[in-house]
């Protein structure tokens, strides 16, 4: 019984070292780890140490995939009272198309700056400042790349949005460290630069295929 036993977990352990990774946008995510497991520490799985939970990871790649393109165009509304008035209604693409490489990295960068603030939420004054650069990468690629020749990715703030913080910080022991982090800003202002090319932590001529 007992050697049937080890024949059955070295045929099911040989299965997963040989199951086919998943891959998006020619990126290899890495396994979805097991919740017990990845929830049970402050910082969670990261199989490929690149400074981003796998779970988050996972998440980033799927949810910035694809979307349907939308653009605002001006049209005229006639009222009940037969005054005509200027409007804008969303006009949508009929398929979608690929995120930009850029858009994900802005969230893995997002993405590492809250792996980092969550460790030392007492020292918020210095590592406040990778939520900056995250930041002003984002905002860069939001507002200002116009203005250098170069093209706006993105139309939001990934750091801020409700469902990336939800991931991001999924646990109360998470949480509790997001929020003393956050307490620990209190009271103080903190210059920032906006719009930074810069700040970008990864390589953004390649990207751009400069």
């Known amino acids: 019984m007992r050697n049937t036993l080890l024949i059955i977990l070295i045929f099911i352990t040989s299965l997963s070292a040989t199951e086919t990774p998943e891959v998006i946008n020619g990126h290899v995510l890495p396994p979805e780890p097991d919740p017990a497991i990845n929830n049970s520490t402050l910082l969670g799985v990261d199989t490929n140490n690149n400074g981003v939970r796998d779970d988050v990871e996972r998440w980033i790649y799927k949810t910035y995939d694809t979307y349907i393109p939308c653009k605002k165009e001006k049209v005229q509304l006639t009222l009940p009272n037969g005054k005509v008035v200027n409007a804008y209604e969303d ?85 509790r460290a997001f929020a003393k982090y956050n307490s620990s800003l209190s009271g103080r202002v903190f210059g920032n630069s906006n719009n930074e090319r810069n700040d970008c932590d990864f390589d953004v001529d390649a990207l751009l295929g400069k």
């Open 91 to 175: 006009v949508c693409e009929d398929k979608p198309v690929e995120y930009h490489q850029i858009v994900r990295e802005i969230a893995m960068q997002g993405a590492r700056a809250a792996q980092i603030i969550i460790q030392n939420p007492e020292k918020a004054r210095e590592t406040v400042e990778y939520v900056h650069a995250a930041m002003n990468c984002n905002f860069y690629f939001k507002y200002a790349a116009e203005r250098h020749n170069e093209p706006l990715l993105i139309d939001h703030v990934v750091f801020t949005r409700k469902d990336f913080k939800s991931i991001q910080f999924n646990t109360v022991l998470r949480s």
